[in-house]
């Protein structure tokens, strides 16, 4: 079972938040959703209040397979603004565990230093701030242990993604059929 920490603050948007919790947790991970501001409910990019497991430990994050940052312009300013947390990206990174980030989060990966030299993909139109790292216009990108993803639209399938590299294809694919889904999904 791998053990998954989904970073949250202010502004954190929701859809990617919550559709990686569930969709890993219905997959078999242990995911804790970590408050950067501590265990206080957190006010999500459209007004949602999501209630966080656990506030962020920077020394409890070295215990974790995946850190995974989601977007909302908010949530990752907040995210990224914590220097404990770009250190344990980092680490991780660095340790070959899983790092991820969806829309605006990949923002937060390159201030860690973490897309240099990777093929990555955020919303479209912020990889203009992106210093580091090859663009790819594409709804998922997976470059070794690294997985990133486009916005709120793409987040089942980024989630699925992470599901079927942490838990096994077999993981994947039960959760998406319970889902209504196919996964892998069909190639067009």
């Known amino acids: 079972m791998a053990r998954v920490c989904v970073l949250v603050a202010d502004g954190s948007e929701e ?40 506030a962020w430990d920077a020394a409890a994050a070295y215990g974790f397979d995946a ?15 914590e220097g404990s947390v770009l250190e344990a990206l980092r680490r991780a990174a660095a340790a070959g565990k899983w790092v991820a980030a969806i829309c605006a989060g990949p923002q937060v990966l390159d201030r860690a230093g973490v897309l240099e030299g990777k093929r990555y993909t955020c919303y479209p139109g912020l990889n203009r701030e992106i210093g580091g790292g090859e663009w790819q216009d594409e709804p998922v990108v997976v470059d070794g242990k690294l997985v990133t993803s ?9 989630a699925l993604t992470l599901a079927e590299l942490l838990e096994g294809l ?7 059929a319970g889902m ?9």
């Open 67 to 81: 850190l995974v940052v989601p977007g909302g312009m908010g949530g990752v300013e907040a995210i990224g603004a």
């Open 180 to 188: 209504l889904l196919e996964w892998p999904p069909e190639e067009a």
């Open 170 to 176: 077999d993981a994947a694919q039960r959760t998406a």
């Open 150 to 158: 486009q916005g709120p639209g793409t987040a089942v399938a980024f």
């Open 15 to 54: 859809l990617e938040t919550v559709a990686v919790v569930d969709v890993l947790r219905r997959a078999g991970a242990e995911v804790v959703l970590a408050g950067v501001a501590g265990t206080r409910p957190v006010k999500a990019s459209r007004g949602v209040g999501l209630v966080p497991d656990a």
